[in-house]
């Protein structure tokens, strides 16, 4: 099997190599990235192309295609790679809202990948492991309303943020050391280090950005609830990787919390933390367990009348779970994986 990765030299193109490893020894690798140039990974030297040399009329094709690029070189790459055969997963956000492609959360809706399908969208980051938490909660109890708090990690913006990010941690918190001014005056008030900034790209004249448009347009579409009554504030936290999710649910028919441990406990790809404290239930923790969704802290909302109304936490790797694994286990639908734990 040929199996191709656009953005092999980024922060989910080097987990889908990872993965990949895992899933299809065997498999023959075509990399490529913005330019010519080599790639070490886990002591290997490969030869990674420009992605531009994908048009060229003699380029070979091949079975199976990631796609971990901005949204506008998804554009530009991901009809050339159908075109020459592969069938291709994307990370982008360029097709998760159109109907023609399906948008798949392995573990929920996988089934959606049929023999026929040649593009699949792979949903957002935050939205990975929030679905996969409320699916059995759809299924068993239905869903009414749902608001999320999201502190998200770094790395979700990619390779130099993250360099930057650290670079400037130390930098910053060494001066504050060397000044003895701990209050944080010295560090940047607009910058990541040390801060809580919202996530506030692309905002639009709902006067929401553009995650938290995603996390609601997504999460509707995966769990086929169109009407999902959902809204969801984001923001970026100080941790390299990790997405942290705090969420609110209402469901349609009362619940108890060990109905709902039960269900959780059971749920595909999900690390369940018994217990309202969340002990180990951290952004941090899912750096440990890469490939599953970790919730826990399921407690009754002190708003609560009638069992409808209870508290969680999702959190998840976001260049994992929320990434490259999500797109690995789709992939494994029409190719069977040697490692079991990558499988749908
Ligand atoms: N990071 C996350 O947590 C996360 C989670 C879910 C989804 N995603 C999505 O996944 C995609 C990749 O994210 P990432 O975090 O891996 O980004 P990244 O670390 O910034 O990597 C970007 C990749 O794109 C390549 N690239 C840049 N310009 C290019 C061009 N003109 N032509 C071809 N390739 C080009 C880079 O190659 P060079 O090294 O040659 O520049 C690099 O391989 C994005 O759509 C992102 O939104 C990311």
């Known amino acids: 099997m040929r199996i191709c990765i656009l953005g092999a030299t980024g922060l989910v193109g080097g987990e889908l190599l990872t993965l990949i490893d895992r899933a299809w020894p065997d498999a023959e690798l075509a990399l490529y990235a913005s330019r010519d140039q080599t790639l070490e990974h886990a002591g290997r030297t490969h030869q990674v192309y420009a992605a531009s040399s994908l048009e060229q009329a003699d380029t070979r094709g091949g079975e199976l295609a990631f796609v971990a690029l901005d949204d506008q070189y998804s554009a530009r790459y991901c009809p050339r790679l159908v075109e020459l055969g592969y069938r291709v997963i994307d990370k982008s956000n360029t097709y998760r809202m159109n109907p023609e492609v399906p948008l798949i959360v392995a573990g929920v809706n996988h089934r959606r990948a049929t023999a026929d399908t040649k593009l699949v969208a792979n949903p957002n980051c935050t939205t990975i492991p929030l679905s996969l938490a409320l699916e059995p909660l759809r299924a068993h109890y239905g869903l009414g309303e749902v608001t999320v708090s ?36 010295l560090l940047d ?33 995966i769990l086929e609830l169109p009407k999902l009554g959902l809204s969801a504030q984001c923001c970026r936290v100080p941790v390299p990787v990790g997405h942290y999710e705090n969420v609110w649910v209402e469901l349609e028919r009362p619940a108890d919390a060990a109905g709902i441990t039960e269900l959780l406990g059971a749920a595909p790809f999900v690390r369940y933390f018994p217990g309202p404290e969340g002990t180990h239930l951290t952004a941090l923790a899912t750096v440990q367990h890469r490939d599953d969704a970790l919730v826990g802290r399921v407690r009754r909302d002190g708003r609560d009348t009638n069992g409808r109304r209870w508290c969680l936490t999702v959190a998840a790797d976001n260049l994992r779970l929320g990434a490259a694994t999500n ?12 490692d079991p734990s990558l499988r749908v």
């Open 150 to 185: 999201s502190y998200q990690a770094i790395s979700g913006a990619g390779l130099a943020p993250l360099t930057s990010f650290v670079d400037a941690t130390i930098a910053g918190f060494s001066q504050m050391q060397r000044a003895g001014e701990l209050s944080g005056a």
């Open 189 to 221: 008030a607009s910058a990541y280090p040390g801060n809580v900034v919202p996530h506030n790209g692309s905002t639009d004249d709902s006067g929401f950005s553009s995650e938290e448009r995603k996390l609601v347009n997504e999460s509707r579409k």
């Open 327 to 338: 797109a690995v286990r789709i992939a494994s639908a029409w190719f069977d994986a040697a």
